[in-house]
């Protein structure tokens, strides 16, 4: 597999990379350029409605960026959510998710990925942190292998309320924030870009449908933090507005598409155990690119006119 990328290019870029909210510097975002999102629920709950990639979008209008979403809920640095099933077990050897996970982000080609991970890797508590810290550099080289620019996002902490015992909560936290730092350490010695959500979260109260995933409210402030932390420029218009809610219902529809083209609903039968025996399956996910690029289309015309 071959990178639009060379490892000069990775190099100068990757040494000039902001760190949490300190860089009075912003990141640019370059004409036609692609940004992944990739990660946990974090993400992949993100996709259902607009808020991070909307307030982006309206920040750079005549950019012409592309947004793909390929978060998944339950994943890890290990990419195991990502595996296949095989052989009619559920998941597929380790290595297998890992190597997917390369596949898809080789095949995006990015220009820039925003990374959310930690939250499954810390119910292993303390005696998961060097293998997080392991994982999430093999991580971050894999992917620096296709993209010059990586962005790493911090765990959210636990919200209190919602009927959670407040010593669960506290015990929980002290966990995610060691997995937090874990997180910036990691960004720090790699020259990649951080942002820290755990400390300002965990002076909020309101932004969570269970104390753990956000709501949508939650992730309209989660992208404020985020075009914040990186220093972009303000947006054209406001998030609230009429043309920003248009836009906004334009992304949802295009991420459904794209939901449904690379995580399609008959998985086994296009890329599982079952796979052999309806081969017409294989080639429906591709018939939803048309769709995919139409919609495409109607976000652009809508930013072209702020």
Not at 3 to 15: A, D
Not at 199 to 220: A, M
Not at 237 to 254: M, N, T
Not at 287 to 306: D, G, N, S, V, Y
Request: with cysteine.
């Amino acid at each position: 597999m071959k990178s639009k990328h060379t490892p000069i290019i990775l190099l100068l870029i990757l040494g000039t990379l902001l760190t949490a909210c300190t860089s009075k510097e912003s990141l640019g975002f370059k004409q036609n350029e692609t940004v992944v999102f990739l990660g946990n629920a974090f993400f992949e709950n993100a996709f259902d409605n607009g808020e991070i990639e909307t307030s982006l979008s309206i920040r750079f209008p005549k950019k012409n960026i592309t947004f793909r979403n390929i978060g998944w809920s339950g994943d890890n640095v290990y990419a195991h959510a990502r595996t296949r099933a095989r052989g009619g077990g559920r998941f597929g050897d380790p290595a297998n998710g890992f190597g997917i996970l390369t596949k898809q982000i080789s095949d995006l080609e990015p220009d820039k990925i925003l990374i959310a991970y930690g939250f499954n890797e810390s119910f292993d508590n303390e005696a998961g942190v060097d293998a997080y810290r392991k994982g999430l550099n093999r991580l971050l080289e894999m992917l620096g292998q296709y993209c010059p620019e990586l962005i790493l996002i911090s765990v959210l902490p636990m919200e209190k309320g919602f009927g959670i015992p407040a010593k669960h909560i506290e015990a929980r936290n002290r966990e995610l924030k060691k997995y937090a730092e874990i997180t910036k350490e990691v960004g720090m010695k790699g020259n990649y870009s951080f942002i820290d959500l755990f400390t300002p979260f965990s002076k909020e109260t309101k932004y969570t449908t269970n104390g753990i995933h956000l709501s949508v409210d939650g992730y309209r402030k989660a992208g404020e933090m985020i075009a914040q932390a990186l220093t972009l420029p303000a947006p054209v218009v406001k998030i609230d507005s009429e043309r920003a809610d248009q836009i906004r219902d334009a992304i949802i529809k295009k991420n459904t598409l794209f939901f449904h083209r690379w995580r399609p609903r008959n998985d086994a039968f296009v890329y599982g155990e079952r796979k052999d025996e309806q081969r017409i399956a294989q080639k429906e996910p591709a018939q939803i690119e048309p769709f995919i690029a139409k919609q495409e289309a109607a976000i652009t015309l809508l930013l072209e006119q702020l």
